[in-house]
């Protein structure tokens, strides 16, 4: 029960927000006061929010702060249909991969945590995978390894005209995807030379213009007006975003 809670609470206290702590199934009707257990009465609370929660009813309990209790009274009725999807997922992965031979493991939450604190490592997704199972080993070298970090971007969406940050509709968007060879998405490198504004090299995502100048999304923030013809193409836009990480520096430990 407690892993599709996680999903559908965000992995945090419904009632400070606070992550990274040991959470506990808090019912918001408190049995006490005739609480079921369906999903739709059960949160994640942290230890200190559910103490001093008790058995009040929650709209006494977060009477100071209506916009919390307004968030959490609409995403309780929000259903678990993504949760479910994701652990049924999981573990069908990892019967597949069973079937393949490979040496596989499962790890939970609480060792993955309990690894990572013995080897002073700080959380992230690449380190996490890196001692999320039994066999993680007393020394791990990882000052070494550069992560590569992909992020889902999808391959566009069906809008029929772009809009402001308030929703209002801005400009029509173009039938056609690709402009100069290149379209929305690719990974491309632009050396511009030093008479233009946008100077210097860049690589990331670019967003195409039937101008000829594109935008850039770099791993140092957007670069606008890059000429096309400076552009060479690195890879076609596949719904992922590819993107060097930062090494863990942290010494090799030479002794026990």
């Not at 949760?83 to 573990?91: I, K, L, S």
């Not at 101008?211 to 076609?236: E, M, N, Q």
Request: proline share 5%; charged share 25%.
């Amino acid at each position: 029960m407690l892993i599709p809670l996680s999903f559908k609470w965000g992995r945090a206290c419904a009632y400070c927000g606070a992550t990274g702590v040991p959470l506990q199934l808090e019912h918001i009707v408190a049995r006490a006061r005739g609480g079921s257990q369906r999903v739709s009465n059960l949160t994640l609370a942290c230890e200190a929010c559910n103490r001093k929660k008790g058995t009040q009813d929650i709209r006494v309990f977060l009477a100071h702060d209506p916009g919390r209790l307004e968030r959490i009274l609409k995403q309780v009725k929000a259903p678990l249909k993504d949760a479910t999807a994701v652990n049924v997922t999981r573990w069908e992965l990892f019967e597949r991969l069973k079937a393949t031979g490979l040496p596989v493991e499962t790890g939970s939450g609480g060792l993955t945590k309990y690894n990572r604190t013995r080897l002073a490592l700080p959380k992230t997704h690449w380190l996490d995978a890196a001692v999320v199972g039994a066999s993680t080993p007393e020394r791990l070298r990882t000052g070494d390894v550069v992560p590569l970090l992909v992020r889902a971007t999808g391959r566009g969406h069906r809008r029929l005209c772009n809009v402001n940050k308030l929703g209002f509709p801005v400009s029509h968007r173009k039938r056609r995807k690709r402009y100069f060879g290149y379209q929305t998405g690719d990974l491309v490198r632009a050396v511009v030379p030093e008479r233009f504004a946008c100077r210097g090299t860049h690589v990331g995502r670019v967003a195409v213009k039937a101008s000829g100048y594109f935008t850039f999304t770099t791993a140092h923030g957007k670069v606008t007006d890059v000429p096309h013809r400076f552009c060479r193409l690195i890879g076609r836009s596949t719904g992922y975003a590819y993107q060097v990480g930062t090494r863990h520096a942290a010494p090799f430990p030479t002794s026990p």
